[in-house]
């Protein structure tokens, strides 16, 4: 079983950037796909970004496209969430996980089975 926990969420402003950071421990990762997802108060979960095993394909949810970017460590067992240009509606509960298959990478968190804690961001206006 893998274990994974977010750090780097907080408060920042609208225009703002974060970098979100997803480690992974007790087994490896690196042949798996993983995930980001947010949730905000009284919202469902909603996918944000997904990065394949070797790193070299990613996936964006339509709300992020051009202002996030996904990335991985394989050798630091890491994935990083680079948030830019943040807006008050990415205020949510992120959190990342491991995709249950490596051949695809679904925006569905049914896909998804290891999820860490989530982590708070909060955008201000």
């Known amino acids: 079983q893998v274990q994974l926990v977010e750090s780097g969420g907080g408060l920042v402003q609208a225009g703002g950037s974060l970098r979100l950071s997803c480690a992974a421990s007790?087994?490896?990762?690196?042949?798996?796909?993983m995930g980001w997802f947010r949730q905000a108060p009284g919202k469902e979960r909603e996918f944000v970004a997904a990065?394949?095993?070797?790193?070299?394909?990613?996936h964006y949810g339509d709300y992020v496209k051009g202002r996030f970017t996904i990335s991985r460590d394989n050798a630091e067992s890491t994935v990083t969430l680079r948030m830019n240009s943040l807006k008050p509606e990415d205020t949510a509960v992120y959190s990342c996980?491991?995709?249950?298959?490596?051949?695809?990478?679904?925006?569905?968190?049914?896909?998804?089975?290891?999820w860490g804690q989530g982590i708070q961001v909060t955008v201000s206006s």
């Open positions: 996980a491991t995709a249950k298959s490596r051949y695809i990478l679904s925006p569905s968190p049914d896909q998804y089975d290891n």
């Open positions: 007790g087994r490896t990762i690196s042949n798996v796909n």
């Open positions: 990065i394949s095993a070797s790193g070299t394909i990613t």
